[in-house]
């Protein structure tokens, strides 16, 4: 059964009055479950803490202990230009990497699945040792090191849809030959990253500003599918970002819910093929609020079936 992980403490999170990655995006998309009849019908999880061993596997101790130490009491810290920490920040964020964690379990055990996690901050930018783009830890990362390590799998994959490419995601695993990272993100566009990829386990589709449905569904479909098809994972992870909306200004692509809905529903016929329908997906952007609940539900529907 599709579940649903989440937790009050995510709404904890607040880096300012102008930032766009704010609490509401977790409401926005909570109301368009409900709305759409899906709270009936998923099972619902709340997000533990994830523990600092479960950290280490993807991120170096130095970069945590600057991070748990920078955690204020009060105001705000500045990690970097647009990654900001507030008294609720920590915790938020060691529950939104924690929920992936509880994800795979939850999966593993047969106790529920796929698994979508609404959660925030983000993770995907997040790199072995510096923090970026609103993420503090890399969610998806943490997940799939867990899948790795404490389910002894052999070989999984992440794909990321998002507008922006998973740069930390990259940055950790562009040497792992056990994970598999499929991207699709604008370029040239922050942060200016992943259109040069060197290694075997990496595959980047870097598409213009302004690509819209057909031609993003045409470079996956040519790209991604047959490298994921020989790889055969035993865990499909999903970096699920819903700012490449046409509607959502901070991107310049054109998708739209409809192609939220194709991607999933490809996905989960690759998962069912080669791991049994085990899926983790875990929110990254997605900022413009109507979009953004519309096209998380679009994005769900197709794991009901």
């Given at each position: 059964?599709?579940?649903?992980?989440?937790?009050?403490?995510?709404?904890?999170?607040?880096?300012g009055?102008?930032?766009?990655?704010?609490?509401?995006?977790?409401?926005?998309?909570?109301?368009?479950?409900?709305?759409?009849?899906?709270?009936f019908?998923?099972q619902?999880?709340?997000?533990?803490?994830?523990?600092?061993?479960?950290?280490?596997?993807?991120?170096?101790?130095?970069?945590?202990?600057?991070?748990?130490?920078?955690?204020p009491?009060?105001?705000?810290?500045?990690?970097?230009g647009?990654?900001?920490?507030?008294?609720?920040t920590?915790?938020?964020?060691?529950?939104?990497?924690?929920?992936?964690?509880?994800?795979?379990?939850?999966?593993?055990?047969?106790?529920?699945?796929?698994i979508?996690?609404a959660?925030?901050?983000?993770?995907?930018?997040?790199?072995?040792?510096k923090?970026?783009?609103f993420?503090l830890?890399?969610?998806?990362?943490?997940?799939?090191?867990?899948?790795?390590?404490?389910?002894?799998?052999?070989?999984?994959?992440?794909?990321?849809?998002?507008?922006?490419?998973?740069?930390?995601?990259?940055?950790?695993?562009?040497s792992?030959?056990?994970?598999?990272?499929c991207?699709?993100?604008?370029?040239?566009?922050?942060?200016?990253?992943?259109?040069?990829?060197?290694?075997?386990?990496?595959?980047?589709?870097?598409?213009?500003?302004?690509?819209?449905?057909?031609?993003?569904?045409?470079?996956?479909?040519?790209?991604w599918?047959?490298?994921?098809?020989?790889?055969?994972?035993?865990?499909?992870?999903?970096?699920?970002?819903?700012?490449?909306?046409?509607?959502?200004?901070?991107?310049?692509?054109?998708?739209?819910?409809?192609?939220?809905?194709?991607?999933?529903?490809?996905?989960?016929?690759i998962a069912?093929?080669h791991?049994?329908?085990?899926?983790?997906?875990?929110?990254?952007?997605?900022?413009?609020?109507?979009?953004?609940?519309?096209?998380?539900?679009?994005?769900?529907?197709?794991?009901?079936?």
């Amino acid at each position: 059964m599709l579940a649903i992980i989440s937790h009050p403490d995510c709404l904890g999170h607040d880096p300012g009055p102008l930032h766009p990655e704010i609490a509401e995006r977790l409401s926005a998309i909570n109301d368009q479950i409900i709305m759409s009849g899906l709270d009936f019908v998923v099972q619902r999880y709340d997000a533990p803490l994830v523990t600092r061993k479960q950290l280490e596997r993807v991120h170096d101790a130095d970069y945590l202990d600057r991070v748990f130490a920078m955690a204020p009491a009060a105001g705000s810290v500045e990690i970097d230009g647009d990654t900001v920490m507030s008294p609720g920040t920590l915790k938020a964020a060691r529950r939104a990497a924690g929920a992936g964690v509880l994800g795979v379990d939850l999966v593993m055990e047969g106790k529920a699945g796929p698994i979508f996690c609404a959660i925030r901050p983000p993770g995907h930018h997040a790199e072995r040792d510096k923090a970026m783009g609103f993420c503090l830890f890399n969610n998806i990362a943490v997940a799939a090191a867990h899948a790795l390590e404490a389910h002894i799998l052999s070989r999984v994959a992440i794909v990321d849809f998002d507008a922006h490419h998973g740069n930390g995601t990259e940055h950790i695993f562009k040497s792992e030959p056990r994970v598999l990272f499929c991207a699709s993100f604008q370029h040239p566009f922050y942060p200016f990253s992943g259109h040069a990829s060197d290694t075997p386990n990496l595959v980047d589709v870097p598409l213009k500003g302004g690509t819209g449905g057909p031609e993003f569904r045409a470079a996956v479909t040519e790209h991604w599918f047959p490298t994921l098809n020989r790889f055969k994972p035993e865990f499909l992870f999903i970096s699920a970002g819903f700012d490449a909306h046409w509607q959502d200004d901070m991107g310049g692509l054109e998708l739209s819910e409809a192609d939220y809905g194709w991607i999933s529903n490809e996905l989960l016929k690759i998962a069912r093929t080669h791991c049994n329908g085990r899926i983790v997906s875990m929110l990254e952007g997605g900022y413009e609020l109507g979009s953004l609940a519309r096209s998380a539900v679009a994005h769900l529907k197709p794991f009901l079936d």
